[in-house]
């Protein structure tokens, strides 16, 4: 069974620094690209960053780049995102997301999500 | 950045009823684009992908067309377990981005 759980997830005043994790299980973590996805409370779903199964490709949204890092660790089984430079706009529940790819047509979706893990930056 | 424009942004609906929600994008997508269902407190579940191909397990009442720029998710009956909020989410280009939600709520 695919699962996918966050962890690292609290309170932090503005200017913070904060690590997500996301430990997976139940797939070969190493053949899959990963992303985050925020949601903030009452709000819609925000792509935050994506890493390829390498790690050799990370892209960001413009809203975190330059501050947020995301890495992995294929030993591990584990999926990072290093949160600096923390905002009040940057208080979300964030979500691990495994990014699928079917061949031969390349159609691409997020099919497993982990919990959340809710990061509330305040004062 | 490609914006998905969503309507409406709620609605209600009785059970049995027959449900539509558009999704627009601000340039064409092809078929890069994915419909999920999010329920109060829960991770968002993935329906449909590459615009009409149906997840494995979801229920044959959803089902998603389009392509270019327009794209609707239909349930053809709605149940109770249907009530809930639905996102579109494009893969044609990086940001990748959601449109802002389809609140389905009982009439």
């Known amino acids: 069974e695919v699962q996918l759980v966050e962890s690292g997830g609290g309170l932090v005043q503005p200017g913070g620094s904060l690590r997500l994790s996301c430990a997976a299980s139940g797939f070969t973590f190493s053949s899959y690209e990963m992303n985050w996805v925020r949601q903030a409370p009452g709000k819609g779903l925000e792509w935050v960053s994506y890493?390829?199964?390498?790690?050799?490709?990370?892209y960001y949204a413009d809203s975190v780049k330059g501050r947020f890092t995301i890495s992995r660790d294929n030993a591990k089984n584990s999926l990072y995102l290093q949160m600096n430079s923390l905002r009040a706009e940057d208080t979300a529940v964030y979500y691990c997301?495994?990014?699928?790819?079917?061949?031969?047509?390349?159609?691409?979706?997020?099919?497993?999500w982990g919990q959340g893990t809710l990061v509330t930056v305040s004062s | 950045a490609i914006q998905l424009t969503q309507s409406p942004s709620s609605l209600s609906a009785s059970v049995g009823d027959r449900v539509t929600i558009t999704c627009r994008a601000s340039?064409?997508?092809?078929?890069?684009l994915a419909w999920y269902q999010q329920k109060p407190g829960k991770a968002p579940k993935l329906l449909i992908y590459?615009?009409?191909s149906l997840e494995s397990g979801v229920p044959s009442r959803f089902s998603g067309s389009g392509s270019g720029t327009d794209f609707t998710l239909t349930i053809s009956s709605l149940q109770p377990e249907d009530f809930a909020t639905y996102y579109c989410q494009q893969f044609n280009n990086y940001p990748l981005t959601f449109g802002g939600g389809t609140k389905v709520e009982i009439k």
């Open positions: 890493i390829s199964s390498s790690g050799s490709t990370i």
């Open positions: 997301a495994r990014d699928r790819w079917i061949v031969p047509a390349a159609m691409r979706n997020f099919d497993y």
């Open positions: 340039q064409g997508i092809s078929s890069a």
């Open positions: 590459d615009a009409s």
